[in-house]
Every structure is written in structure tokens, then in C-alpha cells.
């Protein structure tokens, strides 16, 4: 019985963590609440995030101010054609003083990293992305140097200016548990913004959890329920998308993984101990497009991922409670 008064008072927790943090974030980001919760449910399960949108739109705020309603270090990397995997990770320098190597670390090496503009890095740099995303460590001359917990990278392209960029490789794009797309906002959210522009440069956020409690919520997530019928039914999704008319590459095993994962997440946040279908829902909408490869006749007829995702949602049968 204490146990069980245990787990709910630990999804409680999570709840409440959930409403703090947007609540701090509402503050300087409008009309981004579900965008908001779907990157902190990243964040909580260890995943890491790709804004798509155009300038403009909130990508950097959105991303910065996620970090300062956490007591999480940030790091901004502005990505170029002409950065270096050390301008990421580090590197040892020569100390003139001691006559020996030294380590300087990268600004990977935070709790939430923000590398804006990702596409228009070499692929080269890009790639110095994958062991520290996958693995949480990243090697420099030989070592091999822990990233700190949580870590998450939260990256941003723009999809419109493609011009000396350097599109991600399905291989890197599979590495993101979701991608996050951000639209023009509506008359009255721009209404809004321009209202409240002095408010926005105060910038009143201020923390609301921290590591400890970004760890804590990671560890009641997995205690989230998950039926054999919900499970069945992520995989019929994932199914789906490879046998749809048009897609040339389906969503890949880790697509079901990270189903799972944000819809336990999404369940806690909303104080459930179990996932519903809603909740695979919400998270296919963010899980999957990025992961579907559309054969080149079918783009070319004006298909997209995101047309998929929903024409699969609609005809996959919903398991019923």
C-alpha cells in the first residue's frame, strides 16, 4: 500500500514539475504550450529535440527558456560552415605556464545545449553530435570525458533558406526523439507579443526544479504503465508508416522506443500512472514524421510525413480500454 501511495505521490510530482515549468515559460513564450510540454517530456525520458521553423518564431526563446525555468547549465552553439567538431567537444591545449597538455572543455559539455542552425554545420561537425547525443560521452585525444545528467541538445534549422546548408542524414535525424515544428503565430498571439515586449526583455523567468528533480521525474516515468493492447498498438503504427503507399523508408525500432517513452512521459505529466492511446497519439505527431523517408514520385505529388502520420493515426484501429 505504501508503495503504491509512493507512485502517486512521485506522478504528482511530475504533474506539478510539468505546470511550474510551463507556467515560468508562458511568461515570455505564447501560444507554444503544447510545443513546451512536448520538448520538457523530451527532456524528462533523456531525449533530445529538433525545432524546425523560420526565423523568427521563438525557436532560440522557446529553447532558452525552457533552460532558465530549470537550474540546468545552457550552452548556445551558433553552428557555421566553418565550425570544428573542438569547437563543440574541446580539445587539449599547450599551457606554456606548466609545460604540459590541458583539457578545455566545449560547450557540450552542459545540462541542456542549443545548437541553432545545426544544417548549416559540415557534416563533419554535425557527426561530432552523434556519440555525445547517443553515448552521453564524448573523446577527446584519447578520453573518453562523461557528459553531465540530465543532457539534452536541442536543435534548430530553418527549412525555407537551404542554400549552403548541409541536410542531416536519416542516420543523425533518428537520433532526435522528436521534432518540433514551429509555425507563424496567430494575429492575436503576435497581438500579444507586441504588448508585451518589455515584460519579454525583463526576462522574469526564474527556476522552478532543478537536476534533481528532472532525474527523479526520468526514474517515475519508467514506472508508468504501459497494456499489452497500447503496446501492440505503437507497433501497428510503426508497421504502418512502412507499408503506406509513397514511403520509400519507414520509422525505425527506436521510433517505437521513443513512442513509448514520451507517451509514459505525457501520461505522468497529466498525473496518470498508465498511457492511453491519446497519449501515442499526441507523441506520434512529433515521433515519427522525421523518421519517414517519402519515395521521390510521391513528394514530388505534394505528400509529406506529417500527411502520413495523420492518414496512419486515422486508419489504425485504437485499442479500447
Known sequence: MASAGS?????????????????????VVYGLENETRIILASLIVGGHVLIEGVPGVAKTTLAKAIASSLDLSFKRIQFTP????????????????????RLRKGPIFANIVLADEINRASPRTQSALLEAMQERQVSIEGNTLRLPEPFMVIATQNPVELEGTFPLPEAQLDRFLVKVPIRRPSRDVLKRVLKSLRVI??????????????????????????SEPV??????????????????????????????????????MAGRDYVIPDDVKQAARYVLPHRIVLAPEAEAEGLTPEAVVEDVLEKTRVPIP
Open 82 to 101: 566553418d565550425l570544428l567538431p573542438s569547437d563543440i567537444i574541446g580539445t587539449l591545449i599547450f599551457d606554456q605556464r606548466t609545460g604540459e597538455f
Open 201 to 226: 526583455e525583463q526576462w522574469p523567468i526564474r527556476p522552478v526544479a532543478g537536476a534533481k528533480d528532472v532525474l527523479e521525474a526520468r526514474e517515475t516515468v519508467w514506472g508508468i504503465e504501459v
Open 231 to 268: 503496446i501492440n498498438y505503437i507497433i501497428d503504427l510503426v508497421d504502418a508508416t512502412h507499408e503506406y503507399p509513397g514511403v520509400e523508408l519507414g520509422a525505425s525500432p527506436r521510433a517505437a522506443i521513443a513512442l513509448q517513452q514520451l507517451a509514459r512521459a505525457l501520461a505522468a
Open 7 to 27: 507512485k502517486v505521490s512521485a506522478i504528482i510530482r511530475v504533474s506539478k514539475l510539468a505546470d511550474r515549468v510551463l507556467g515560468e515559460v508562458s511568461k
